[in-house]
């Protein structure tokens, strides 16, 4: 009878979700963000596929078309048209596309070099200083300064404003992960993979790093959308993209000469800007609380 109970108990435990799975489905705007965010990343990949219109095909009689909800634009011009007679949904789709390419190169070089050179820092005692002196000096520069440098070297441009941000990430990054490293340092499985004679590469990568990846990546979620307001600053300034190159900080840069004629040119990039920052910066404080281990049995 025991036995027949604890078995019929076995397969309601399994089948049980796990304690961080329920709480980010009670979690509803924790939820509502990853759902906006999927459809815009998705809608990004597809645009080629779901955009109604050529986005770089100008009509000078169909510019400032309103948004058809206005009651005076086309219908095949969902969000109207810009200043050129351009289809602004579908530049939307593809300039959706540019930014968040650009926030995930930005965000992916920045973390990499910073997790590598947190982890150093943390395993050798005497890289420490040098590489937490290298980051203080590289948190001197701001992300725009590091736009204007570059771009005046290589010239304005998607690559100018993805060095510059994945420069920016670099301290910030490092800085998370040595704190991380350094508690994990001082765990007893890193003495005893010591006495067994385990060498340090399989001590940083299979020990030190899988253990500090999950607050790194909770990082990186916030931090993406602070990219993605810093690159859009940097777009909307002139340094990124250049016309007529799709791309939402560059539209609603090119929108705000038409603010009081047309304000939809300029409003509608900066919304789809917002609601990716508001969304990733959601994720990223869900995913914080469901991965703190002083929360997991709450």
């Known amino acids: 009878m025991a036995q027949s109970a604890s078995s019929a108990a076995a397969p309601a435990a399994a089948s049980r979700p796990p304690s961080a799975l329920r709480r980010l489905f009670r979690d509803r705007l924790a939820l509502a963000a990853a759902v906006v965010l999927v459809l815009?990343?998705?809608a990004a990949i597809l645009a080629p596929w779901i955009a109604p219109n050529d986005p770089y095909l100008t009509n000078t009689r169909l510019r400032m078309l309103p948004p058809v909800w206005e009651g005076r634009g086309r219908w095949q011009f969902l969000l109207g048209t810009d200043g050129l007679g351009r289809c602004l949904f579908s530049r939307v789709l593809f300039g959706l596309r540019a930014t968040l390419l650009m926030g995930?190169?930005?965000t992916a070089i920045g973390g990499a070099i910073g997790l590598a050179l947190g982890l150093l820092a943390a395993f050798y005692k005497r890289l420490d200083g040098w590489l937490m002196h290298l980051a203080d000096i590289l948190l001197s520069f701001p992300a725009i300064l590091l736009g204007l440098a570059f771009a005046a070297v290589v010239g304005p441009g998607m690559t100018a404003v993805v060095i510059s941000l994945a420069i920016a990430t670099i301290p910030t990054v490092a800085r998370v992960t040595r704190a991380s490293a350094l508690v994990v340092m001082g765990q007893d499985f890193i003495e005893a993979g010591r006495a067994i004679g385990l060498n340090d590469r399989t001590l940083l990568t299979r020990y030190l790093a899988l253990n500090c990846i999950s607050s790194v990546f909770v990082y990186l979620t916030l931090r993406f959308g602070q990219v993605i307001l810093l690159g859009s600053a940097l777009s909307f300034l002139g340094l990124g993209a250049q016309p007529p190159a799709a791309e939402?900080?560059?539209?609603?840069?090119a929108g705000r000469n038409e603010l009081f004629l047309a304000p939809h040119?300029?409003?509608?990039?900066?919304?789809v800007i917002v609601l990716l920052v508001l969304c990733a910066n959601v994720l990223g404080d869900a995913l914080r609380d469901l991965l703190d281990p002083r929360l997991r049995n709450t």
């Open 40 to 42: 815009l990343i998705a």
């Open 104 to 106: 995930l190169i930005a």
């Open 248 to 253: 939402l900080g560059t539209m609603a840069s």
């Open 265 to 271: 040119i300029a409003v509608i990039p900066s919304f």
